[in-house]
């Protein structure tokens, strides 16, 4: 009988999880262990997982003083896509940190993004498997205000936006992420906009009153939005081979 795979979570914030992957993984009968690296959560044997997962936060990569977790995690990262070869899934800040991980460069946005934006794809989007099924364009969420400057060697960009030409990357077969959000169910947006640094870049670049109109926005593209995160997470299990 075939091995149930068994996935890592590296969550910077208890706040960001996998969102509604966590419901496609349990149809799957997919086990998953979550390491909450901010709260000193050690990092356990990569042998003993079948891919891991890098979620988002509201610290930047570059900030290794002020969160010292970010040696091992980086050493890590770069273990499992580089060494192992394991399926690797990251989102907004593991899309920065898959980058920066394997040498490529990551800095404060010239235009931050925030709210539900478009992204399209790009020629090596529309070929990857990873996007098979879903349109060139589409409307996601957007909670970003640093981004991928310069991808690394070997990356392929798979989407970008005007304001931001790295939105999505994959490192060979195993390895996508993406600098736009997919996990969101319909408390997102009210959770994270609890979260300090998220509420004053919320209201720095769309103004103090913009949270009701963001929640209205994402509450009318929900629907939307979870059918492509549930496209995404088929393409890539069956992409690297975990389903």
Request: net charge negative; glycine share 10%; hydrophobic share 45%.
């Amino acid at each position: 009988m075939p091995k149930t795979p068994r996935l890592l979570v590296f969550q910077h914030i208890n706040l960001e999880h996998p969102g509604i992957f966590r419901d496609f993984l349990a149809a799957d009968g997919i086990e998953w262990d979550a390491v909450e690296l901010d709260e000193g959560e050690a990092i356990p044997d990569l042998g003993a997982y079948d891919g891991l997962w890098v979620m988002g936060g509201p610290m930047d990569v570059w900030e290794e003083e002020e969160n010292p977790w970010f040696v091992a995690e980086k050493a890590a990262i770069h273990e499992a896509v580089r060494d192992r070869g394991l399926p690797f899934f990251g989102l907004c800040l593991g899309h920065q940190l898959l980058a920066d991980s394997l040498g490529g460069a990551v800095g404060k946005s010239a235009t931050p993004e925030i709210g539900v934006l478009e992204v399209e794809l790009t020629p090596d989007g529309r070929e990857s498997p990873f996007y098979d099924g879903l349109p060139e364009r589409g409307a996601c969420l957007q909670w970003h205000g640093a981004e991928v400057l310069v991808p690394p060697e070997g990356a392929r960009v798979l989407a970008a936006s005007p304001a931001c030409r790295v939105q999505a990357m994959s490192i060979g077969e195993q390895a996508f992420s993406l600098q736009y959000h997919v996990e969101i169910t319909e408390t997102t947006v009210g959770d994270w906009a609890a979260v300090p640094a998220y509420k004053e870049a919320l209201e720095t670049n769309l103004g103090a009153d913009a949270l009701p109109q963001f929640h209205a926005d994402t509450e009318a593209h929900m629907a939307a939005f979870n059918r492509t995160a549930r496209k995404l997470y088929d393409n890539f299990m069956a992409t690297t081979g975990l389903k």
